[in-house]
C-alpha cells in the first residue's frame, strides 16, 4: 500500500480507500445509521470523527503530538497485566493496534496528516468517512468500564443484544466464558473485534 502523495506542493500521506473492499461497516449493531458517512463529509464544516491508521507502535505518540496541535483525539485502550522481574504490571495497550480516532473539520486534515507516524486517514471512495459519535461514546463507555480486550474476529454466530447494566442495546455475538459471557462486537470495514465481558444474565439472544 502506498501512502506517499503530494498535497499542495508537499508530500503526504495519503488517505486509505475503502472503496476496493466495498463500503466500510463499522457495525456495533445491525443499525445502518451507524455506519460511517462519507457523503456528507464532503460539504459538512462541522467537526466529526475520522479513524486514522498509524504506523506500527506510533499509537500513542501521534495520539500525544495531535493533542499538542490542538486536535481531539480518542485512543481506545485496554489494560493487561506484564510480569516483570519477579513483579506484576499493569499495561495499558491500544485496542486497535494501529489505528485511533480524531475529531475534526476536513479542513483541519492536514495537522493530522502531518503529524510523525500518521499512514492515513480511513476513507471510501477518497472521502474520509466519518464514525458517528454514538459508536465513539459506546467505545469510550467499554473501555472506561474496563471490561474490554481485542478478539480474533469474527462475523458469525450467536447474537445477543445486551438489557441490563450501562451497555444497554449493544449488541454482538456471544461466546461462553465460565459463568461470564463475552459479547464480541466486530467492525467490517478494519477486520478487526473487540470483546466486552458481562454477566449472562444481562443480554437476550436475538431470534
Known sequence: MTHNV????EAMPRMVDLSSHGAPNFVFGQNAADAPLAYE????????WYAVYTRSRH???????CR????????????????????HAEVLLPLFPSYLFVQMTLRDRVRVLGVPGVASIVSFNGVPAAVPE???NLLQRVTTLGRVEPHVYL?????VRVTAGPLVGLEGIVVALKGKVQVVVSFDWMCRSIAVSLDAADVQALR
Do not use: D, M, N
Open 59 to 65: 499509537e500513542k505518540s501521534v495520539a500525544e503530538q
Open 6 to 9: 503530494v498535497e499542495s506542493g
Open 155 to 159: 462475523q458469525s454466530g450467536r447474537r
Open 41 to 48: 463529509t464532503l460539504v459538512s464544516p462541522r467537526h466529526c
Open 134 to 136: 454514538s459508536q465513539i
Open 68 to 87: 499538542h496541535r490542538g486536535v481531539v483525539v480518542f485512543l481506545p485502550l485496554y489494560s493487561v497485566q506484564h510480569r516483570w522481574k519477579q513483579r
